[in-house]
């Protein structure tokens, strides 16, 4: 049986994967963002046209891996998040995976499309250029920093103190005897 958050969790992944899918568009059918490299939004923010053929933050592994390695390696990924959400009873778990899941799915479509991830979100100050980036890995990024979040949490149910709480309880009822 489905743990209570799969169902809103890939709504919410289906959410991202169409803002994901629909701005990679705009960028590059109505902006036309490959004709003009890179626009200035802001002093510190800029739609820079970037092809990313590697994986998360351009790390060459697609040289080794090729295109289709990749595809199958987030594809992987993507089936075993799908299992994690569909059998967490926790509720900022169950976003940070359907964060992750609509993000991966998002970047495997740039690939089998585009043979490469679309990147264009490019922020930079005095010199300093962050990664030009996209919705999809925004959304692995805060989907990451969630579950981060929750395994640091403490409580009962964390795997944490999953021994400590199984231990706690045990004493307590040793003393109530």
Do not use: C
Not at 20 to 26: A, I, P, R, T, V
Not at 64 to 74: A, E, F
Request: aromatic share 12%; no cysteine.
């Amino acid at each position: 049986m489905a743990g209570p958050y799969f169902k809103n969790g890939l709504i919410g992944a289906a959410g991202l994967l169409a803002a994901d899918q629909l701005s990679k568009w705009w960028i590059l059918n109505i902006f036309n963002l490959p004709e003009k490299g890179s626009v200035e939004i802001l002093p510190f923010f800029s739609l820079s046209m970037v092809w990313n053929y590697g994986i998360s933050m351009g790390i060459p592994l697609g040289d080794s891996l090729g295109k289709w390695g990749i595809i199958v390696l987030t594809a992987v990924i993507s089936v075993w998040v799908t299992k994690w959400l569909h059998d967490t009873p926790k509720k900022i778990e169950g976003w940070g995976l359907a964060m992750i899941l609509g993000g991966a799915i998002g970047n495997i479509i740039d690939r089998f499309i585009h043979g490469a991830v679309v990147d264009f979100l490019h922020f930079h100050y005095a010199g300093y250029n962050f990664y030009v980036f996209n919705v999809a890995d925004s959304a692995i990024t805060i989907g990451v920093a969630l579950l981060l979040i929750d395994g640091l949490r403490g409580g009962e149910k964390g795997p944490k103190n999953a021994s400590k709480a199984g231990e706690g309880s045990a004493s307590h009822e040793g003393e109530s005897s």
